[in-house]
Structures are given as C-alpha cells and as structure tokens.
C-alpha cells in the first residue's frame, strides 16, 4: 500500500463563491456555486483547491439581511432578472454595510435522485486544484465585493472567478505571499505577478537536509529570514553548482546570477548594466586611516553628572560621544538605552518621564488585553492571528536559552518575551510578527527587566528596523547594494576578488544586517555593539561600516586562501562568536573617518554616511535623540561591478559604479 502524502492546510475559508452564468449542456442558469477555498501544504508543494460545498445556491433562494440590519427578507426574483438584481443588491448592501454580514442560505430541496446527481456532477465539475509555482498572476477586482481571477502559466483553460461575498481575500493573499511573491504589473494596477522561487535552483538545493529534513531553498521559500538565520553553514557544492551551472565547465555571467539570486530573495535585483547619466571617475584615494582608540564605558556616577536637579539630561552632544566611544556600565543601561531609542525624552524631567511611563503603561496594557481576551473560538476564525501565536512560541522556546534570564522550563523571561511579542501584533498589525524579530527583543528585555518599558523601547528599535522584516525585503535589497558601494570605494581589488568568485552581491552579509549582527557576537557584546550604534556617531548608517571592518580583516585569509563561494560563505558563517567588539568599532570608527576626509568622495557615499546632511545634536530637543533611520526604500547605489561613476542626472538616489 502506498504511503499516504502529507498534507498540511495553510489557509481554508468558506463561502467563497462562483457565479454560474454559463447555459452550456443545459444546466439551470443563475446559480450561485458555494465552495471552501484552501492553501494546502501537500508532499513541500503548496496546492491551492477550490471545492463546492455540499449544496449549490439558487439565489431565488437567498435570505439576505435588510438594511435595518435587524430583519432577514427573502429575495423573490423572476428567473430573467435574478443574476443581474442579485447582483446589484449585492453590490449596494455590501458597500453600505460593510460591517454586517448576515448573509445565509436556504438549503435547495432535490425531489429525486436525478436532482441530487446533478447538483453532484455541477460541484465536481466547478472544483479545481492548481499549484502556487503554476500560478502566472492574479487579478483583484471590486464589484462591492473583492473577486480573484487566477491566470496560470501554461494553461489555455481559464478558471472560473472566485467571488469573497463575505471576506477573506486579504487573508488569502496575506497566506499566498508567504509561498511566492505577489507584486503590481506595471501595466495593470489591478494584476498582481506571481513569481516563486527557481525550480531548478531549488532541487540543487534538495540534498542540503536540515535536522527536519526539508531542503534550504524550500525553507527558504517558506521562511526566508529563518533560513537565513541558520542555513548558511550546511552551504555545500550544490549551491555552488547551482550558481554557476552543473553542466557548464565555464561560469556563468554575472547578470544569469543576479537574475538566480533574484528569484531564491524577492527584490534583489543586482543591476549590472551600466546606466546613462553617470560620469566616469577614477579609483579615489583615500589616505591612510587614522588610528583611533577607545575607552572605558560610561559609568553611574558620570551618568548622573550629566542630570541637572530637575533630571533633565545635560550636555547631550559630549554625553553621546562618551557613549560612542566606551559604551556603557550594565548600570546605566536600563536608564539610558531609553533616552538612546527614543523612548524617553533627552530634555524631559523625571516627574514627566513618570507620566510618561504612567500612560504608556496604560497604552500597553489595553493593546494586551486585546488579544489576551480573545477566546479559542474567536482564534480558530482568525488565521493571522493564529499563525503570528505559533511563529512566536516557536521562536521565543529556542530564544538565548543558554542566557540565565531566559533558560529552563517555564522562565518567566519567555513568558515576557511571548507576551511583549504578541502584544506588539496588535501595535503593528499590519507587520504583525516576523522571526528574527524575538531576537531584538531579547536583549532589551534583558536590560529593561520590565516588561512594559522592554514593549516601548522594542517599539522604538523596530521603527527603526522595520523595513528590514517586511514582505518585499526592500530594505536588506537596499542595505545590501549601499554595503557593496562602500566596500567598492575601500577595496576594490578585493571587492573584484569576490566579484569573481560570484560573491559580488555580499550576500554572506544578509544575517548581519538583517538583526544587527545578533548572532555573530556574544550577548555582551551584542548590549555594547547596539548603544554604540544608538548614538547615531559617527556618521548614519555605521552598520555598514561594521560590515566593512569585519571583511576588512579578513580579506587577507579569503584572497590568500583562494576561497570560492562555497568557502567564503562557511568561512563567514563561521565567524560567530570569534569576533572582538572592540576591535572591529576601532577599525569601522577608523574607517568613517578616512571616508570622511577624502576631498573628491562620490555623492552616492556622501548620501549613504549622511556627510552632506548631518544633523547637530546640540539640540536636546531634536530629533537625534535616537538615530534617525535612513528612508530605505530610496535606492542610494547600484550595484556594477564595471566601473566607478558619479550621478549626474539621476531623480531616484545615488548611483555609482567602479572602474577597476
């Protein structure tokens, strides 16, 4: 007996319908088909399944609610106007009353067998199954309800639309960008273009199994920041060959590799085609770098030196600086890292930062009690919800559980990290929960040891990091392009070493960027890593910079070791937890300063350290009470791997390209 496949349901909603037109064969016209719609994951293939239920509708049959919304009046039609009448009283009740939904159905009555065979043969022959990697586009249509038209790719068949009378097409959509990408056709505002993973790429990747046994890419496709998160060790030849083509003695062009890498990251496109409007500049130099020092953290009694009686904070540029270059005591932190992320006021006194905690602490907890009170069965008819609940509990049961604050078995630790989490869904419930995110919280929970300004602080760090976790991962695309630029104009010749061994993109970076290099330092170092980057010194967007000095020391073993993608991935990877803080904000401090010194530095540079827009702090009042992060949805550089350029007519960012 063959083994039964497994089957997994991602998404299932009734009472979508199809409207029934068609006269062919006979069949009775003006019906109303009822059907269950699933995401379904069977045997690692999503599966999209439409079923009619069990009884089709015959609208002459409808109750609908009246606009009184408290009575329930039968629709009585004759059979030449029913369609076009349903229709339009539909449309008008659904608009205007979009928050009743009282729709029911009358079970139609069969008086044979003849009847009940064909109210079979109508289900069977309106049901379709289809898979997401089939999926060409989807047109989203309103008629005072949301219908979906499915478009796959090599069919001339064409499905029937699918009619969401009383809601559920955002979940559905919401459910199916987990699997593949949906983005806008530039032609029709309304066509949504589905695009999934390689294919091939992905089955390159199957033989790479994970303790669970799934293959990378098809962890990828599903999850892409987790995969990214722990992956990148078991990296092996099959990426390798999948990059530069198994059959193929020869390597494959930089743009065929863009275009791979395109698919497996949704909105990496690496442009590697020089673009008009850019003047050609030579390789800048930069001088030597400057040796800098750093020095022991802040301490208590310095902290307190910077209150004046009232508490406001004091001498705030100096206080900043201090910080930036030593850190702070384990002392301090759980004051200033609030000052640090915003969530406190530099120039607040501390009568009103206990007002302001007062009322937060009431903000907090009524934003709590909402998914707090939600009962079980509530939940079961909210799928996001439900999903956001287990990707948490998932992620905060293997979150720092070697840390004391967060081990054993019912630490109340995990209990404030679950709680903080799901609380912040209902703050951002559009983002909602993404994984990687348990990982930013945990330290500032760490340090706040209080779960309500631990919530306001994460807030305020996640305002920051937002664009990092949303859909289109516009803002790693963007991090990732601004990285290559930067090490472009340091070393070139070592940025051409990596261009060549198809490593150009920097991808290796993406988990360093993605939550502020969390897990390739220690926990201490991670609390010193972060307030330093949280003066918003030396210049914006020193994260990069950090970037730049970890590949600055070890560029020497890549180049001299001759390491290709495979060794360059698993030498980075291996990098966890054998770096030294101090070291590397010596070097990326040292580094910004050589930058800023040069006197010819391309815009594109200047725009990405903020030297051309630097904002004095002087001001206790400003906005630099936590670095403002940079707009990432605007695109600073592009990647190119042929030349050094300067923009000089270009309306949407800087753009720059290197000659070698």
């Excluded at 009555?109 to 079979?120: A, V």
């Excluded at 990326?588 to 990405?608: F, H, M, R, T």
């Amino acid at each position: 007996m063959a083994e039964e496949s497994v089957q997994k349901i991602i998404f299932e909603h009734e009472g979508v319908f199809i409207h029934n037109s068609s006269d062919e064969d006979g069949i009775e016209q003006d019906l109303l088909v009822s059907g269950s719609l699933r995401i379904v994951d069977k045997d690692a293939e999503i599966i999209v399944e439409y079923r009619p239920l069990e009884d089709t509708v015959d609208p002459s049959n409808m109750l609908c609610a009246g606009k009184d919304s408290s009575s329930v009046v039968e629709w009585a039609q004759c059979p030449g106007e029913r369609s076009h009448q349903l229709l339009e009283t539909q449309q008008s009740y659904e608009t205007e009353w979009d928050m009743v939904n009282a729709v029911s159905f009358k079970k139609r009555s069969c008086t044979n067998g003849e009847g009940s065979l064909n109210h079979s043969h109508e289900r069977s022959r309106w049901a379709f199954t289809f898979s997401v990697s089939d999926l060409r586009s989807i047109t989203v249509k309103e008629e005072g309800w949301t219908f979906l038209l499915f478009k796959l790719k090599e069919s001339s068949t064409s499905l029937p639309a699918l009619h969401f009378h009383q809601g559920g097409s955002r979940e559905f959509l919401d459910s199916l960008r987990r699997f593949a990408l949906l983005s806008e056709s530039p032609d029709d505002e309304t066509c949504l273009l589905v695009s999934t993973p390689n294919k091939a790429l992905s089955q390159s990747f199957e033989n790479l199994l994970d303790d669970n046994n799934f293959g990378l890419v098809h962890k990828f496709r599903k999850d892409p920041y987790v995969t990214t998160l722990g992956g990148f060790s078991k990296v092996t030849n099959y990426i390798f060959d999948a990059f530069r083509g198994t059959e193929e003695q020869h390597q494959r062009p930089p743009e065929e590799v863009a275009d791979l890498l395109g698919e497996v990251i949704p909105g990496l496109e690496i442009n590697q085609q020089e673009e008009p409007g850019f003047e050609v500049i030579t390789r800048i130099d930069l001088g030597t770098r400057p040796q800098v020092t750093r020095r022991e953290p802040l301490s208590a009694e310095d902290w307190t030196k910077h209150q004046d009686p009232e508490g406001r904070m004091i001498r705030i540029p100096h206080l900043k600086q201090v910080i930036f270059k030593g850190g702070l005591c384990h002392a301090v932190r759980k004051e200033a890292w609030k000052f640090l992320l915003g969530y406190f006021p530099w120039d607040s006194t501390l009568e009103e930062r206990k007002a302001l905690q007062r009322n937060k602490t009431d903000e907090y907890f009524r934003m709590k009690l909402q998914w707090k009170s939600v009962s079980e069965e509530q939940e079961r008819r909210n799928s996001r919800l439900r999903d956001y609940r287990s990707l948490i509990e998932k992620d905060v049961n293997r979150t720092d559980r070697t840390n004391r604050f967060y081990e054993g078995i019912d630490n109340p630790g995990l209990v404030l990290l679950h709680d903080i989490l799901m609380t912040y869904c209902m703050y951002d419930f559009d983002l909602g929960y993404v994984q990687g995110m348990s990982d930013l919280l945990s330290p500032i929970l760490y340090v706040m040891e209080n779960e309500v300004d631990a919530f306001w602080c994460f807030v305020s760090f996640m305002d920051q990091m937002h664009q990092n976790f949303e859909e289109q991962m516009q803002g790693m695309k963007t991090q990732l392009i601004q990285l290559s630029t930067l090490l472009r104009l340091l070393d070139l010749a070592f940025w051409n070493y990596l261009e060549s061994q198809d490593s150009g993109y920097l991808y290796f970076c993406f988990r360093w960027l993605l939550i502020r290099f969390k897990r390739e330092l220690s926990f201490q170092d991670v609390l010193r890593l972060w307030e330093v980057m949280w003066t918003g010194l030396p210049c914006q967007n020193f994260h990069l910079l950090v970037c730049c000095a970890i590949l600055d020391s070890e560029k020497q073993k890549i180049v001299d070791e001759n390491y290709g993608f495979n060794e360059i991935l698993k030498h980075i990877n291996e990098l966890s937890m054998k770096l030294d803080i101090e070291e590397i904000l010596q070097k990326a401090e040292g580094i910004c300063l050589q930058i800023q010194s040069c006197k010819d530095l391309p815009d594109s540079v200047s725009n990405i350290l903020g030297f051309h827009t630097e904002v004095s702090s002087s001001d206790p009042t400003d906005s630099g009470s936590r670095p403002a992060p940079r707009p990432i949805h605007r695109q600073d550089a592009c990647s190119n791997g042929h030349g050094h350029l300067r923009e000089t007519s270009s309306h949407n960012g800087c753009k720059v390209a290197f000659i070698s």
